[in-house]
T-cell receptor
Framework: DTGVSQNPRHKITKRGQNVTFRCDPI?????LYWYRQTLGQGPEFLTY????????KSRLLSDRFSAERPKGSFSTLEIQRTEQGDSAMYLC??????????????FGPGTRLTVL | AQKITQTQPGMFVQEKEAVTLDCTYD???????LFWYKQPSSGEMIFLIY??????QNATEGRYSLNFQKARKSANLVISASQLGDSAMYFC?????????????FGQGTRLTINP
């Protein structure tokens, strides 16, 4: 399978615990994005990497959230001291590192987080 | 700031009929791109079609076409000859076409149900 993969697909945790999600982009894509989608809403942008550099962060990404892409390949998103409001689907996407009108983002299946 | 509005929470259509999903947008950018994504129950966002703000012709991709009316700031998705497999959430999204801009801004989505 050559698409974007995310692990785990589902995560249930207790409030206050730390969680980490992984995203493996399409191999030739050097841009990687994280979005959060709450129930009944469209995805909201969290952050974006070009290779290993984190170039943009949303105000939604509080200091409890950290994202890394250490070697410009896979990425991890960590949430510390989870809160019930963090319950959502976390989507990862990747795209080619070229400028162009379309440059569409390819999405993974998401990680659904439930904080009890 | 960019904003996408999708005013139809749900649409119900008979199989083989055409359906139009509404999308209006707000932006102060002169150059931008508009996207439609499909999200089946599996959760993965699937890219359908793209329209650039300076494209003179409406985009088409198979059974999908985009009715782009720039003066009205609308970018409606038209699906011809609907199929049962078209049942899903549909999201309209925008990206500014300025150097470095990468994030997609999504609307709230429309849930399309195709009845046999």
């Amino acid at each position: 399978d050559t698409g974007v993969s995310q692990n785990p697909r589902h995560k249930i945790t207790k409030r206050g615990q730390n969680v980490t999600f992984r995203c493996d982009p399409i191999s030739e894509h050097n841009r990687l994005y994280w979005y959060r989608q709450t129930l009944g809403q469209g995805p909201e942008f969290l952050t974006y990497f070009q290779n290993e550099a984190q170039l943009e962060k949303s105000r939604l990404l509080s200091d409890r959230f950290s994202a890394e892409r250490p070697k410009g390949s896979f990425s991890t998103l960590e949430i510390q001291r989870t809160e019930q409001g963090d319950s959502a689907m976390y989507l990862c996407a990747s795209s080619l590192g070229r400028e162009g009108p379309i440059n569409e983002q390819f999405f993974g299946p998401g990680t659904r987080l439930t904080v009890l | 700031a960019q904003k996408i509005t999708q005013t139809q929470p749900g649409m119900f259509v008979q199989e083989k009929e055409a359906v139009t999903l509404d999308c209006t947008y707000d932006t102060s950018d002169q150059s931008y791109g508009l996207f439609w994504y499909k999200q089946p129950s599996s959760g993965e966002m699937i890219f359908l079609i793209y329209q650039g703000s300076y494209d003179e012709q409406n985009a088409t991709e198979g059974r999908y076409s985009l009715n782009f009316q720039k003066a009205r700031k609308s970018a409606n998705l038209v699906i011809s000859a609907s199929q049962l497999g078209d049942s899903a959430m549909y999201f309209c999204a925008m990206r500014a076409r300025i150097q470095g801009a990468q994030k997609l801004v999504f609307g709230q989505g429309t849930r399309l149900t195709i009845n046999p």
